[in-house]
């Protein structure tokens, strides 16, 4: 985060254009449509596409009022939300994020009060360093939990009560160099996780993907190196490192199959123990690999530090997926058998991304168009049969878009939110925001959620925004 401002932590400072963010205006009950928004991307898919209301139209996007929640920490992610949910024995609707170095916050989300903060044993050994996290909550089924990740190679279940620990699980024997970077993701009565590296990849480290109980146990572990190898191991007994799973996605869930897909980053590819720069489709419980895509050159993005796995796979209608990578380039995979288990090549297509430009983001789909931001600017993509074709092309930089209530949402993170047109590319509105690095949206029951800031400042402070 540039610049900010040291408050105590809970305290708020709103930033309006007129009057207190703490307003309600007389349609506000009319704007709380939408309801809960229970992980990153929306729904298990990671569409990042969200309700079809939202309670902020058009003409009132614009008028929003902003209000800035301080933090104890840089939630370099995207937050949660709960609407309506028992919090110190009260109602409340409540955004819950993580922070870069674990501490993991609720806040409520019509006053910008920190309800509770959990912060994880350990804590002062990491904070400050390079041992981050870029990961987003996932709520129980139950909404009497939340599930979250911390640089200690845990996964925590916390009550939404009082952010009090229920369990905890470790998914990696070595959290000095497996990162637990991406967003949690829960299907089938499973919580998923990834692991990847840090910054410099340093070795040893393997991307893993791990099924853990809503009970803490852990059920399956699928390792990407030695992936002979069914458990957690340590990074040094296996031959090879790297192969991250590290974009912002993490596992994403086929709809219906329930089949998992996971995108890796440089690594050593044989097609039978080691998987590289691979799109790779598991069982629901992440046990068994079912099929693969890897690119012609794999070998040469290896070599040349150009993970494909900088972004995970969209899953687009009628049996389709988009994968992109560092490369700039995205490619049209077929479902479910991607390109061959072991083989190579085998896309339908490939078309440029955004300026050629690496992608760091996830796509976000809806209704056969793919939505996909960078730093050279965030364009919209049309399906037809076998083919993607551009639609619109805006210059301003992008994260993650998001759809929600018939509106496109695109932080920038060199400041400001956008807000567009899907079906046009139309400037609608541009939000004020801070700079920032991976962080994106969330919009619903009449209000916006984006924190800001750089996980790699290593600032123990930071900042949530909340529009209303």
């Known amino acids: 985060m540039r610049g900010p401002l040291l408050l105590a932590v809970g305290a708020v400072l709103a930033l309006t254009a007129c009057g207190s963010s703490q307003q309600q205006s007389p349609s506000a009950s009319a704007s709380r449509v939408g309801g809960n928004w229970t992980r990153f991307g929306y729904d298990a898919a990671r569409s990042n596409s969200g309700p079809a209301r939202a309670g902020i139209t058009p003409a009132r996007v614009g008028k929003l009022h902003r209000q800035q929640v301080r933090l104890p920490g840089t939630a370099d992610s995207s937050p949660i939300y709960l ?10 609707d409540v955004f819950f994020v993580t922070t870069s170095y674990g501490i993991t ?43 979250a990740e911390a640089p200690n190679g845990r996964v925590y279940k916390l009550t939404v009560a009082s952010g009090a620990v229920v369990w905890s699980v470790s998914i990696t024997k070595l959290p000095s160099r497996e990162k637990l970077g991406t967003a949690l993701n829960l299907s089938r009565g499973l919580v998923i996780a990834t692991t990847g590296g840090y910054i410099g990849d340093a070795p040893p480290y ?27 191991i ?3 007994s296996c031959p090879q490192s790297d192969s991250a799973i590290w974009a912002r996605s993490g596992a994403v869930v086929v709809p219906r199959s329930g089949n998992l897909l996971v995108a890796t980053g440089n690594a050593r590819f044989d097609g039978a123990r080691y998987w590289g720069d691979s799109v790779l489709m598991l069982s629901p419980n992440a046990s068994r690999l079912l099929h693969s895509w890897t690119p012609r050159n794999q070998a040469e ?8 796995g900088s972004t995970a796979p969209a899953v687009l209608g009628s049996g389709f997926a988009a994968q992109s990578g560092k490369d700039g380039l995205i490619r049209l995979l077929k479902l ?97 925001a801070g700079g920032g690095h991976w962080e994106s949206p969330i919009v619903t029951d009449g209000r916006i959620a984006l924190p800001e800031g750089d996980a790699n400042d290593h600032r123990t402070s930071g900042v949530l925004n909340i529009y209303r």
């Not at 609407?83 to 409340?92: K, P, T």
């Not at 760091?360 to 076998?386: K, P």
Request: include cysteine; charged fraction near 20%.
């Open 301 to 308: 993005l290896d070599s040349g530090d150009v993970d494909l």
């Open 234 to 236: 340590a990074p040094s």
């Open 105 to 147: 916050v609720a806040v409520d989300a019509r006053s910008g009060a920190i309800l509770w903060r959990f912060k994880p044993r350990g804590y002062a050994s990491w904070a400050g360093s390079e041992r981050i996290t870029n990961s987003s909550p996932v709520a129980d089924p139950t909404r009497r939990y939340v599930y």
């Open 206 to 232: 393997q991307g893993h993907v791990v099924a853990i109980s809503r009970g803490g146990r852990i059920v399956h572990v699928w390792n990407s190196l030695c992936s002979d190898r069914h458990t957690l």
């Open 336 to 432: 479910p058998e991607l390109g061959g288990l072991g083989h190579l090549g085998g896309e339908l297509q490939t078309v440029s991304a955004p300026g050629r430009s690496g992608v760091f983001s996830t796509m976000a789909v809806s209704q056969g168009r793919l939505f996909v931001g960078n730093d050279a600017g965030v364009w919209a993509y049309a399906l037809s049969g076998e083919r993607l074709q551009v639609a619109w092309r805006r210059d301003e930089a992008g994260t993650s878009p998001v759809l929600a209530g018939g509106l496109l949402y695109a932080y920038d993170p060199n400041g400001g939110l956008n807000v567009f047109r899907p079906a046009t590319g139309a400037l609608v509105s541009s939000l004020p």
């Open 83 to 92: 609407r309506g949910v028992r919090v110190r024995g009260r109602a409340h």
